[in-house]
């Protein structure tokens, strides 16, 4: 590795976006260095290695499409890949580009300062190397600052204790094992039915009931698959044009255009037909909380149908907003408590009391375990930026700048924070979309940007604090328009103590935002200062 000390632009984080933004930056001719804390790429995809972890995109639309060469030669094996397969495939693109060359692994960026004098990002890392960039690039991810709640007691527990979101790389055994897991969201929900096969007992620790639709994974269908790749551009095209970036049918407009009857067969056919679909069946399932009622009952009473036990049925069924924590894809999760060694064990009232030597107290009961597993999440969105001492103008820190939320112009840029941006970043639809077409509109963004103020000679660009006011008031408007921002999801901050509250995605659709981001670069980067 060459260790220059000046670069064009350092990239920070090589999962899929920063792969994608070295590639093109590199491709533009810019000098480029980026660092990963972790031993290899992949970012999420590297760390979540947790039994069961996949995607609930479908791998044909959870893919790179910008080279049709790479997604004709590519082949997903099934309709949801899991972890090691989509580790296959980034592994694949950073051959084929020679990506890992510019990548500093297992190094941490810990400062970034913007050095007004001399406009470029002063930046420095945890093994105390010190560069200097005229661009510094986040591609940290938003889902990657792990939450790991304080539990009372922790360092008396005598057994192993693993975070889903930074699972050993060597995997673990926990066969024949007492295993208790904390959470169930989307990780714990993929993880607990692999689980329960392997271990002696499985105690599962539910705060808030989750809604699960079923996955119906399966391998793909080769003429399905020939379908799509005869016409990729033109599927991913279209994809474009929905809400989430994501192609599948939406529903009536309304619920209120069908009879109960029409309702619960529209329902049970996307039940059917499994995954993320089942809450498009009407348009109006997030903006109207009758409509929302019909979903979430049909799944309440399928939960009574699936599990045996009806006091157990009661617990696991969600009493909120369905949709409004993302909505859980599984694979035989509710199935799961019919089985003899699954337990499941209400701690909605008091949450975890304390770890103790021999497992978990809730109450005065204490839960003998051998292993715990906290699927307790993120500290999603600005964990991984907020981890970084990272100071604009005038010094000031982007903790003081956050310290009542995120603010950001589109979710890509700062005011006062000069040629820094933020690849899915608050403000933008990231975590709501389809995350890969996210990062493509993001990176190709600021590629044109970089390339704009090359071709015009501007060596700064900087977004005003008007601008960015005005666009997170309408980032705020929309959200108070959905039910989305109406519960305590990691969306608005809820799961991590002291966070403020505030709906973080910019949920007004991928078009209407793709639109936009347009609109300003036409408009010679409009509500941008370049100097
Ligand atoms: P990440 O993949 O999170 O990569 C960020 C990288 O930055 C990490 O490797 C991290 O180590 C590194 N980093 C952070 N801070 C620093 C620092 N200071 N110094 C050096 N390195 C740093 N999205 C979907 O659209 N569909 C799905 O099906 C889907 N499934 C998911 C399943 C799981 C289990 C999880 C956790 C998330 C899932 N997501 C999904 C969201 C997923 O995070 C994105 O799809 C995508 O992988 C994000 O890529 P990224 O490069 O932006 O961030
Ligand atoms: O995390 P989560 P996740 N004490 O925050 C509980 C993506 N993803 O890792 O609901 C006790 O959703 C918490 O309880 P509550 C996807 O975007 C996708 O599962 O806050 N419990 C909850 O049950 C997803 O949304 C896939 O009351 C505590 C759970 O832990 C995002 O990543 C798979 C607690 C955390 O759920 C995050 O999912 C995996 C505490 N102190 C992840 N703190 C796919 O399927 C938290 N909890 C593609």
Redesign the pocket.
Known sequence: MNKKTKYDAVI????????YMLFRLRKMGLSVSV????AD????????R?PG?????ESMQ?SYQFDEELQQEWEWSER?AT?PEILKYIDHVAKKYNLRSDIRFN????KAFFDEKVNHWQIE??DGEKLIAQYCIM???????VNKPDFKGKESFTGSIYY??EWPQEGVDLSNKRVGIIGTG??AI?SIPVIAKSVDELTVFQRTANYAVPAHNKPLDPDQVRKIKDNYAEFRAKAKLTPTGNLFEIGKDSVTLDSEEERAKSYEKRWQAGGLPFLSAYADVMLDSESNRVAADFVREKIREIVNDRAVADLLTPKNIIGCKRLCVDTGYYETFNKDNVKLVDISASGIDALCESGVRIGKKVYELDVIISATG?DAMTG?LL??DIRGKKGLPLKEKWNEGPKSYLGVALAGFPNLFT??GPGSPS?I????P??EQHVDWITECISYMRNKGFAVIDAQTEAEEEWISHVRDVADMSLRSTCNSWYVGANIPGKPRIYMPYIGGVPAYAKKCKEVASAGYKGFALN
């Open positions: 920070v984080g090589a999962g899929f976006a920063g792969m660092f990963e804390a972790g790429l992949g970012g999420t995809w590297y760390w979540n947790y972890a996949r995607c609930d995109v959870y949801y972890q190094t941490k960026v810990t890392t945890d591609a940290t991810g938003c889902l990657s600052s889903t979101g989307s990780s993929q993120f991984a981890n970084i690849i899915t975590v979309s389809n995350m890969l996210a990062i």
